[in-house]
């Protein structure tokens, strides 16, 4: 009878244990015109910040590089915005650093983070979006893309990084620590290069696209984009939408710019 009472005991908590545990793990869905949201204990304000602003970021991105007239993201084909309970929720199932305050998986159009992330708002997020719509501009396995374009497209989203940026490429000339371009196109290694270095290169990537945009508008920059995605070729592109031939001679014209001989 024991034996009966216990085997009863055991099936119950079986068959109740699964719905207690998949109450909370399981995720909820909210979409908007461009984004699915899951989340599963997130407050219910912040799932509607991350909708409001991303939907904003959208507009922006795509008004900023000339993108406008091109319909990403709608139905089917949504970007993805995955937000964990909090910073050990979002570590644990990711194997983000606990520096980390979102990431993103750019092919799949898939971000993560949690709820309150650092600097999330402000600049994780609308970088991330940048290296999404950008590389489905380009195709996400470009091999023409050098990583400055890459890195200065997604940081020419944040817009408060501009004028820093600008400090910290007078600095760096002050300091001759300024990186050439042939450098940022494919020598530079983020991953072995000191915090200074890293930040040197961020700000000049930013400031060469945002040269190209300021100085000859973004209609010639989606031609440049347009160009680099159907012929593969950086120098090819470049002629293509601007008065350089090459990436040498984009290099003087942006360093004249600077105001660097």
């Known amino acids: 009878m024991r034996n009966r009472v216990l085997i009863v005991s055991l099936l119950l908590v079986l068959f109740l244990l699964p719905g207690a545990l998949t109450a909370d793990d399981e995720w909820k869905e909210s979409k908007s015109r461009h984004f699915i949201i899951y989340y599963k204990a997130a407050p219910y304000d912040f799932i509607q910040q991350v909708i409001s602003e991303a939907e904003d970021y959208y507009d922006d991105i795509a008004y900023d590089l000339g993108f406008t007239r091109y319909e990403f993201w709608l139905w089917d084909n949504r970007a993805k915005i995955y937000i964990y309970n909090d910073a050990k929720d979002y570590q644990i199932n990711t194997g983000q650093p606990d520096w980390s305050s979102g990431c993103a998986f750019v092919k799949d159009k898939v971000i993560k983070t949690y709820p309150n992330a650092r600097s999330f708002f ?39 990084r501009l004028n820093q940026a600008k400090r910290i490429i007078k600095q760096a000339i002050k300091d001759e620590a300024f990186i050439e371009l042939e450098q940022l196109s494919g020598k530079f290694n983020l991953g072995m290069a000191g915090q200074e270095a890293v930040s040197i290169f961020y700000a000049e990537s930013l400031s060469i696209v945002d040269y190209l945009i300021r100085e000859f508008g973004k209609d010639n920059f989606v031609l440049f984009c347009q160009a680099l995605r159907d012929k593969k070729n950086l120098d090819r592109a470049l002629s293509s939408a601007y008065r350089f031939n090459n990436s040498k001679e984009l290099s003087i014209y942006w360093k004249r710019y600077l105001g660097i001989d």
């Open 122 to 160: 402000n600049s994780v997020l609308p970088h991330e979006m940048g290296h999404i719509i950008f590389r489905e501009f380009v195709g996400f396995n470009n091999p023409a893309i050098p990583i400055w374009l890459e890195e200065g497209v997604a940081s020419y989203q944040e817009k408060a």
